[in-house]
């Protein structure tokens, strides 16, 4: 049992680390709210003064504001459905006898350590190419006509490409989670006659609730700061601007670091409300 004494220790080698941490955090926020009631030019002059909300009324008030949100829910909305339903089908497949298993399952992983930026390169210039990429050549084949992916089909294009990404992660949660089922009640259930598909959804889906909680609040997080897969293939064109590539527009732009640090706060907002909504509909299943 911990004493006092070995608590009080506890808490002062922890100190430096937790210091560190929340100034890492801290100090970034405290300089974007500051710098969002500001006009600052780093450009043209620097800091001209206070404008108080000048910045957050111009940023609310702009005609790509509702339109950047919508389209960063629509991707964090597809990116997560695909990777959840998938991921549960690959975890189930991985997770039976195979040669070869653990070969296997590295493959499946490795995409999650590519970069974003290579993963976009390589499925603009490889697989989506409207000229020489393999899906154009596949469409040939077939007899149809090749489809310009990043233009025609912006939109399910980024989701592609995102959730080839992210499917590891969702894969290798859910993998664990299912190896933790107790073996016991699927060949209790097997002998009393429980078809596969009963097994799968009377218990072995109310088992991964908890997992697919974490899956999904964790995507979340980093998927609503998406930046770098739209800024590789569509550059916010063709109707794929996020909230974060509005910002990065903003900035560019305008040279207003002041503007663009009243996007930042707006979406750090968008990503609290969000947060707050999954763990009242689905971070229930942490409790149970």
Sequence with gaps: MA????RSAARIMMAPAVILLLGWMLVPLTMTVLFSFKKY???????????????????????????????TLVIVGGVLA??????????????????GQGIVRILVIAPFFVMPTVSALVWKNMFMDPVNGLFAHLWKFFGAEPLSWLSEASMQSIIL??????????TLILLTAIQSLDSEQLEASEMDGASPLARFIYIILPHLGRAITVVVLIQ?????????EIYVTTQGAFGTRTLTYLIFQRVLESQNVGLGSAGGVYAIILANIVAAFLMRIVGKNLDS
Excluded: C, E, K
């Design 41 to 71: 030019l780093p450009l043209r002059g620097g800091d001209l003064g206070w404008v108080g909300f000048d910045n957050y009324i111009r940023f609310f008030s702009s005609s790509a504001f509702w339109p950047s949100v919508q389209v």
């Design 161 to 170: 490409i995102v959730s080839w990404q992210w499917l590891p992660f969702a």
């Design 82 to 99: 695909i990777t959840v339903v998938f991921g549960v089908l690959l975890a189930l497949l991985l997770d039976q006898p195979m040669w």
């Design 220 to 228: 979340t997080i980093f998927l609503l700061s998406i930046f770098a």
């Design 3 to 6: 004493t006092q004494h070995s």
